[in-house]
């Protein structure tokens, strides 16, 4: 039952110019699609766009039916909203078993809200819920009808980082063999749930590809930059031609800061630190370099302090080439 998605939307506001969504990727039955990519990219309207609250032109595919002309009501989907959209004078309760009242549905909405942990929230009202206790919640109530695609909106966003990790990890669980579509901005949580990851910047897929192939391999500085790579010019090497890959068109390589070498003996590059910034278990060292427009970023347990000159390698098995 794959969702063919092929579909062109302009929207338009009072004052702003208008803004163009186009998109065209499947996904493929019981698979996590990560719409990624950062604030006003259109991720949010592409989403939208899928679960019929826009027109649009294109077609919406799921299982060879096409449901562009259906309204939301009537293409089967589930909506997780970023800001949960529970019914503040209905219980917890109430608020799962509320789309069973119009879509016929055998799950059983007390043992979702177990499996989701907050079993013990039943007869609470949404107000009174924390925002994690709040998501999960709405999560049940998506699942209670049985979507055949399950569509999430940034469901972690507003939520404090133990909160978002802790359900981050409900959510690789959750989403295991459901068809669905989940839109953010967070590089680890795209990482981490998806099977494929789709790129957007200013209303255009600009990559799609496996979580490995993304992050990677990014198909341009832009989405290398937006996925934590270092991004430096071919020129800024005089004679690493191993590292192009034979690509002699390439304007840029890619590195990931986890794969740099600190203190390499046949050094690629070499530069000043300029910041060392802790990170839970690991530091985050920023290196200048002469001819390198970005800094260098590196990760490093024992790291050198500021102003030290250090020299940085390149592993050519993790170098990536790309064109701007």
Known sequence: MTLAVDIEATFTADGADAFHVAADFEVDPGETVVILGPSGSGKTLLLETV???HDHEGTVEHDGLVLSDRPPEGRDFAFVFQDYALFPHMTV????????????AD???EALLADLGVADLTDRYPPTLSGGEAQRVALARALAVEPTVLLLDEPLSSLDVPTRQS???DLQDVLAGVTSIYV???RTTARALADRIVVMNDGQVVQTGTPEDVFERPASPLVAR?????????????????????????????VRPEAVELGAHDPDLTGTVERVTREDATS??????EGVPEPITVFSVDPPAPGTTVSLGFPPE???TCRA
């Open 51 to 53: 679960a019929g609250f």
């Open 93 to 104: 309760t109430e608020n799962v078993e509320f789309g069973q009242r119009y879509r016929e």
């Open 107 to 109: 799950a059983n909405p």
């Open 167 to 169: 359900l981050r990890a």
């Open 184 to 186: 953010t901005h967070d």
């Open 226 to 254: 937006f996925t934590g790579s270092n991004v430096v010019p071919i020129s800024a090497l005089s004679d690493r031609a191993s590292l192009l890959d034979g690509d002699r068109d390439a304007t840029h390589l890619t």
């Open 284 to 289: 985050r060292v920023t290196v200048a370099v």
């Open 318 to 320: 993790r170098v990536a």
